[in-house]
């Protein structure tokens, strides 16, 4: 069974525009959670991150949002540049649980 | 800037061979992991090290993967025999001590083929 989950497999999103990441997961014990960006034949990178004790992270042009009572979190990017283009996993872990990522969302940003 | 590193890049092999695989962390990180990625998966965790200590190897398919970390600086993966269903990437990652909010940071992965 599937803790994280992201539903969408891929987005299309034109430059300068809003792009957003939707995740969701299942496990209550979660309480840190990851965004990791990755390109073909590269390994994952981090991107950004959020604690439980907060709902909102910014870093520059993303933003993590986290809905702890809906169990949910979104990655924003704005404003969205053609680099962007790559599959971005979720990931989230929590007490003695190992990280536990998503099947990943391909992001195309279209110039 | 400090980054993880993995070899060989890519290895193609018939299966019931053996195959390696070496991590090298970023330098002072005590966590080391390895992950196993499936095309169109995300990465799912095979084995935690701490230092040289494996403290999480519960996913680890120990029939034909073994892994260590003798000195608790790089590592080896090993798969004997090798089977259709090993063709995946090998991901290594690393942290400083295995903490919840740290980041784990990942070498650019051994992407495995199966023959």
């Known amino acids: 069974d599937q803790q994280v989950k992201q539903n969408s497999p891929s987005l299309s999103v034109q430059e300068g525009r809003i792009s957003i990441l939707n995740c969701d997961y299942t496990n209550s014990m979660f309480d840190y959670f990851l965004w990791y960006k990755k390109y073909p034949a590269e390994g994952p990178t981090f991107l950004i991150s959020i604690s439980s004790i907060k709902d909102k992270n910014e870093d520059g042009r993303f933003t993590v949002f986290l809905n702890k009572s809906a169990k949910h979190l979104s990655l924003h990017i704005v404003p969205s540049q053609p680099g962007d283009s790559a599959v971005y996993f979720c990931?989230?872990?929590?007490?003695?649980?190992?990280?536990?990522f998503g099947k990943g969302t391909r992001l195309s940003v279209i110039a | 800037e400090a980054e993880v590193a993995q070899s060989p890049r890519y290895k193609i092999t018939e299966k019931s061979q053996a195959v390696a695989f070496w991590c090298d962390p970023i330098s002072g990180h005590a966590t080391l992991y390895w992950y196993r990625q499936i095309l169109g998966q995300g990465p799912e965790l095979l084995v935690q090290?701490?230092?040289?200590?494996?403290?999480?190897d519960s996913q680890l398919p120990k029939d034909r993967f073994s892994a260590e970390r003798l000195k608790g600086v790089d590592s080896t993966l090993k798969i004997q025999p090798a089977e259709l269903g090993d063709s995946a990437m090998y991901l290594c990652?690393?942290?400083?001590?295995?903490?919840?909010?740290?980041?784990?940071?990942f070498g650019p992965g051994t992407r495995l083929l199966v023959l």
């Open positions: 090290f701490q230092d040289e200590s494996v403290v999480d």
């Open positions: 990931a989230a872990r929590g007490g003695n649980t190992p990280l536990v």
């Open positions: 990652a690393s942290s400083l001590s295995g903490l919840l909010e740290e980041t784990q940071y």
